[in-house]
């Protein structure tokens, strides 16, 4: 089998006869793992949730009409007995209920939260309920990806995935 080699290449493996071919097959290992290694290096890679990395406020990306400010508190002791909890408020914008009055729309208001697991566990201070409801949280390079608490209660299972992104 001819192979086509440098010819720098082909003077250093003439003198090992037999040698040509397992250099040629070794080269096309090598490169197939460079290919696959340069792939991965390229995927998104995400980042860890942290209330650090999420301090700030977040626009969603579609209609930019859901605005989630987030602050990141001193810790404490919080009543979950997670030292790490927070306060996020959602605004949603306003409405005109079915007594004419304008409201804030439903979902908006401020909540606790804390991040377990890669999952953000949210508890509405308007809410006589003190229970969490946990949803996914992941962030990105490119913005934040949250299950949709706000828009049907936080009480409620999310309806969707929405994208947000940090204003500077």
């Given at each position: 089998?001819a ?11 003439s ?7 397992k ?135 999310a ?10």
């Amino acid at each position: 089998m001819a192979t086509a080699l440098h010819p720098h290449l082909r003077d250093r493996f003439s003198i090992l006869p037999g040698k040509t071919e397992k250099a040629t097959r070794l080269c096309k290992g090598y490169s197939l793992l460079a290919i696959v290694l340069a792939f991965l290096g390229c995927r998104e890679s995400k980042e860890e949730v942290t209330p650090e990395n999420l301090s700030g406020v977040w626009v969603e990306v579609s209609a930019r009409a859901d605005t989630l400010v987030l602050n990141r508190t001193a810790p404490r002791l919080a009543p979950t007995g997670n030292p790490e909890s927070n306060t996020l408020t959602v605004n949603r914008g306003r409405a005109v209920n079915a007594g004419g009055h304008v409201v804030p729309k439903i979902g908006s208001g401020p909540y606790q939260f804390y991040i377990r697991e890669g999952r953000i566990h949210v508890r509405s201070f308007l809410s006589s309920n003190s229970k969490f409801s946990d949803h996914a949280i992941e962030q990105r390079k490119d913005g934040l990806r949250i299950e949709n608490f706000f828009e049907v209660g936080f009480n409620q299972p999310a309806t969707a995935v929405r994208t947000f992104v940090r204003l500077p």
